[in-house]
């Protein structure tokens, strides 16, 4: 089956510790993304990806890293730079930028 | 700047009863519109999509919601509420350009009594 792999589900960091979320896809589309959700706050955009080699900052990119190097993967890195982590991370992925995303199952971080 | 407004964050209906969500967005210029679902501890999944086709838009689920360019609105419908259907909704804009993300509402969860 087709779809948006997320892991690990469930994440605990102590601060000051980086820690990488694993994000893969076999939908064979070329926008990726990444998104943070907050209780009572929606989605914000942390990064996207267009094509391979090529990312570009979303609304809260700041301790946040990113990778593109194939078209299947996009993992996050959460880094101690992240004053508050603890969240629930989605990524998600589309067959062109804007266009209808489908998502992962989330992975949840907390920061103990 | 492009927004989102969701009113209610809470709504909740008997089982039966009619759904109303609500969704408007800022700009005169046409967008493409999305409602997603999200159940607790997962992604989200595509309700229905508004991409200029027809402003009365059927989805999965028995729900639909009509685009209404004068009000600037999008609002989510459903006849009849079922248990199944408490979950958390987002209303999505793609208002177009080089940059091509979606801008998501706050959400709304909506709650079905027995």
């Known amino acids: 089956d087709g779809g948006i792999t997320q892991s690990p589900k469930y994440l605990f960091r102590k601060e000051g510790q980086n820690v990488t979320l694993s994000c893969e896809q076999n939908?064979?589309?070329?926008?990726m993304y990444w998104y943070r959700q907050d209780p009572g706050q929606g989605l914000r955009l942390i990064y996207y990806?267009?094509?391979?080699?090529?990312?570009q900052k979303g609304d809260i990119a700041e301790g946040y890293s990113v990778s593109r190097e194939k078209k299947e993967s996009f993992p996050l890195t959460v880094t101690s730079a992240q004053k508050n982590p603890t969240a629930f991370y989605l990524c998600?992925?589309?067959?062109?930028?804007?266009?209808?995303?489908?998502f992962g199952e989330g992975s949840r971080l907390t920061v103990l | 700047a492009q927004s989102v407004t969701q009113l209610g964050s809470h709504v909740s209906v008997s089982e039966g009863a009619l759904v109303l969500l609500r969704c408007n967005y800022s700009?005169?210029?046409?967008?493409?519109l999305f409602w997603y679902v999200q159940y607790p501890n997962q992604g989200l999944q595509l309700l229905l999509k508004?991409?200029?086709?027809?402003?009365l838009v059927k989805g999965i689920n028995g729900f639909e919601a009509e685009f209404k360019k004068s009000e600037t609105s999008f609002h989510l419908t459903k006849p009849s509420a079922h248990m199944s259907d408490a979950a958390e909704y987002f209303c999505?804009?793609?208002?177009?350009?080089?940059?091509?993300?979606?801008?998501f509402g706050k959400g709304t969860k909506l709650s079905v009594k027995p």
């Open positions: 700009s005169s210029v046409p967008p493409y």
């Open positions: 998600a992925s589309s067959i062109v930028s804007g266009g209808e995303l489908f």
């Open positions: 508004y991409t200029s086709a027809a402003t």
């Open positions: 990806s267009q094509i391979v080699n090529d990312f």
């Open positions: 939908l064979n589309h070329d926008a």
């Open positions: 999505a804009v793609h208002y177009g350009g080089s940059q091509g993300n979606l801008i």
